[in-house]
T-cell receptor, first 112, second 114 residues
Framework: GNSVTQMEGPVTLSEEAFLTINCTYT??????LFWYVQYPGEGLQLLLK?????DKGSNKGFEATYRKETTSFHLEKGSVQVSDSAVYFC???????????FGKGTRLSVIA | GAVVSQHPSWVICKSGTSVKIECRSL??????MFWYRQFPKQSLMLMAT?????????EQGVEKDKFLINHASLTLSTLTVTSAHPEDSSFYIC??????????FGSGTRLTVV
């Protein structure tokens, strides 16, 4: 079945450091890929998405490129802020009406 | 954009009682609703998929008699945790597809059974 593997956390960075959170997937066909962010005590918010190979999703300084050849969708940000501290989930969808399959989540803590 | 309103945000109940969680789509018709459960510091696990006007489809290992899902209209899906026990304490989240590979999530319900 479909699955998502993302790097284990927690990740602790200093403010303005470069962030990479690795995500790889296993899926049949051509899934859509997502990054969601969850702040403490809250639900999930879509951070970015990509629906086909070589697409780059971007939002709030975060980027991720859909790499079919390496089945990856790594999340990057050039300069993190304290306000970026949250849990980040990589997810895939086989089609528009199927449930998302989530990775285990990566907790990011950014210290001033 | 498409919004799903989930209530209550948090609830504390006694063992043996039932709790109902509601998810309403405010500005679109949600023919499908996904229900997830999240344990502390863990990922979201799909519990079931509900479709308006038909029976819900439960994931393996989820007790359908304990977690009753109803999707009676295009704007309301409910999850009822029946005869709740402390091990049912968790964060429950609903999600609806919104088209164009989009999904919208409710804000979640933190259930504590004492």
């Amino acid at each position: 079945g479909n699955s998502v593997t993302q790097m284990e956390g927690p990740v602790t960075l200093s403010e303005e450091a470069f962030l990479t959170i690795n995500c790889t997937y296993t899926a049949t066909g051509y899934p859509s890929l997502f990054w969601y962010v969850q702040y403490p005590g809250e639900g999930l918010q879509l951070l970015l998405k990509a629906t086909k190979a070589d697409d780059k999703g971007s939002n709030k300084g975060f980027e991720a490129t859909y790499r079919k050849e390496t089945t990856s969708f790594h999340l990057e940000k050039g300069s993190v802020q304290v306000s970026d501290s949250a849990v980040y989930f990589c997810a895939l969808s086989a089609s528009g009406n199927t449930p998302l399959v989530f990775g285990k989540g990566t907790r990011l803590s950014v210290i001033a | 954009g498409a919004v799903v309103s989930q209530h209550p945000s948090w609830v504390i109940c006694k063992s043996g009682t039932s709790v109902k969680i509601e998810c309403r789509s405010l500005d679109f018709q949600a023919t499908t609703m996904f229900w997830y459960r999240q344990f502390p510091k863990q990922s979201l696990m799909l519990m079931a998929t509900s479709n308006e006007g038909s029976k819900a489809t439960y994931e393996q290992g989820v007790e359908k008699d304990k977690f009753l899902i109803n999707h009676a209209s295009l704007t309301l899906s409910t999850l009822t945790v029946t005869s709740a026990h402390p091990e049912d304490s968790s964060f429950y989240i609903c999600s609806a597809p919104t088209g164009d590979y989009g999904y919208t999530f409710g804000s979640g319900t933190r259930l504590t059974v004492v």
